[in-house]
Nanobody
Framework: QVQLVESGGGLVQAGGSLRLSCAAS????????MGWFRQAPGKEREFVAAISWSGGITYYADSVKGRFTISRDNAKNTVYLQMNSLKPEDTAVYYCAAVNTIVVLTTPIGYKYWGQGTQVTVSS
């Protein structure tokens, strides 16, 4: 069992930055690929970014490429999402997810563990 707790969300003006953190506990963190997803009201959960267990492989949704950066610190059992140049359309609840695999997944269905989410609101 893996427990995930997100933090770092909040209200920010367009063009601003936020850094989300996801702290993991329970199992060996560095065996898990990690992902960030988001869900806006009335919309399906969508992929944002993902990172391999080693941190050597990353994937991004086209909508955030060049603005968001995913990273991880296995010594701290934490994965991060640095979000720059935020836009109002980035407003959503952001979730981190974990799966025990060497394959980096970009769809929600493959992830086994989920955090409770953190709200990000970008004002125009």
């Amino acid at each position: 069992q893996v427990q995930l707790v997100e933090s770092g969300g909040g209200l920010v003006q367009a063009g601003g930055s936020l850094r989300l953190s996801c702290a993991a506990s329970g199992r060996t963190f560095n065996n898990y690929a990690m992902g960030w997803f988001r869900q806006a009201p009335g919309k399906e959960r969508e992929f944002v970014a993902a990172i391999s267990w080693s941190g050597g492989i990353t994937y991004y949704a086209d909508s955030v490429k060049g603005r968001f950066t995913i990273s991880r610190d296995n010594a701290k059992n934490t994965v991060y999402l640095q979000m720059n140049s935020l836009k109002p359309e980035d407003t959503a609840v952001y979730y981190c997810a974990a799966v025990n695999t060497i394959v980096v997944l970009t769809t929600p269905i493959g992830y086994k563990y989920w955090g409770q989410g953190t709200q990000v609101t970008v004002s125009s």
